[in-house]
């Protein structure tokens, strides 16, 4: 983990914010300038905001505007995240906010890095690498559902912040003690982390759908018509053949793919891609080409 000892960085200005990354345009910046803008940030999320050192004690924290930011998103999704949503849930003015959060970008950065939190402990060397890979592929799938508007989230330039990194130690350590090179550990971590993001995503938007009242039969069965639309598509012929197939086609009644007749809950597909995944990652350690 990074030393967030050091000098004292200066007071960020209460500018007025740039366009946030979520909604809203902006005019190209300089290539430098958005290297400084990201600087800052990077230095806001590890430092903190900075208090005022003259004054009375601030009535608003940093954390307590964060800790409001991720309530509206949590129950309204990242578009509904502003400054003046949160400043208003607040009761303070706008403007207040920006002597913690120079910009919209800069008040995400610390929604998303206090929505990681932190992994779960380590099982212990007796467990092996392969359990202990599952625990945390199984807790970062858990947070990801837990915090739907993350996937909501651009593919934008954004600085990384110390519960992103605790996630990546977490990891690998869970992989110090087998011989793999430095190298195949953070291959190991990127292929692991991959499949639990991208497996996560129905999940995700069954998540979503139910913070918004919908119901799993009712999100079951929208899902299930538009699966149903490939089914006699000539455009889509395996598709169509295993969507209408005795043992994983899709009915009124499992509106979903099945196997063997029965509709899978998403905990066992997520387990069956996972089991998959380390089965390739305990025979690449076997093959003679692993150190």
Known sequence: MADRTGPKRKPHSAKQPATSRVGGTRPPSPRGEVGRDLQLRSELLWDGPTRPSRGPKPALRGDDVVQAAMSIADANGLGALTMHAVAERLGFTTMALY???????????????????????RLGARDG?????????????????????????????????????????????????????????????????????GSSDTAISLARARSQGVSDAEWAQAVGADLARAINDARYPVLSAILSSASGGITADAPLPTRGGRMRTMDEHFEFGLERVLDGIQRYMDSPVAP
């Open 99 to 121: 002597r913690y959060f120079p910009s919209k970008e800069a008040l995400i950065d610390a929604c998303v890095d206090a929505a990681l939190g932190t992994p779960p402990p």
């Open 129 to 197: 690498w392969r359990q202990e890979i599952r625990l945390w592929a199984y807790a970062k799938r858990a947070m990801l559902c837990s915090r739907p508007w993350l996937a909501e989230l651009p593919f934008v330039a954004a600085p990384h912040g110390p519960n992103w990194l605790s996630w990546h130690e977490a990891f690998l350590q869970t992989l110090a003690d087998t011989g793999m090179s430095p190298e195949d550990m953070m291959d190991m971590l990127g292929l692991v982390d991959g499949f639990v993001r």
